[in-house]
Nanobody
Framework: QVQLVESGGGLVQAGGSLRLSCVAS????????MGWYRQAPGKQRELVAD???????TYADSVKGRFSILRDNYKNTVYLQMNSLKPEDTAVYSC?????????????????WGQGTQVTVSS
């Protein structure tokens, strides 16, 4: 299996910053995309930011210019630097990875999710 463990959530005032981290572990052969999704109460889960193994990034329009996604391929870790936070950024943030696991004779590519970390931005 592949496990994703997030850290770095918490409570911050509007205008503040937080940095989320997500470490992937397990019998990993390779990781394609890694990213962050969020879900606020009563709303659907949405993509926040995504990064490919080659470093190409995608951001939700609502976070462009404020959030940055970074990735350390050697550590199987993805980061989300969140600046200029707004109350509407309050949500549970979940790490996502498309990973290939197994051996050379038995590889399997699947989506994996972390358990989520709460980010609360007070006004």
């Amino acid at each position: 299996q592949v496990q994703l463990v997030e850290s770095g959530g918490g409570l911050v005032q509007a205008g503040g910053s937080l940095r989320l981290s997500c470490v992937a572990s397990g019998s990993i052969f390779s990781i394609n995309n890694m990213g962050w999704y969020r879900q606020a109460p009563g709303k659907q889960r949405e993509l926040v930011a995504d990064i490919t193994s080659g470093g190409s990034t995608t951001y939700a329009d609502s976070v462009k210019g404020r959030f940055s996604i970074l990735r350390d391929n050697y550590k199987n870790t993805v980061y989300l630097q969140m600046n200029s936070l707004k109350p509407e950024d309050t949500a549970v943030y979940s790490c996502h990875a498309v990973a290939t696991r197994g051996t050379l004779v038995n590889l399997e590519t699947k989506d994996y999710w972390g358990q989520g970390t709460q980010v609360t931005v007070s006004s």
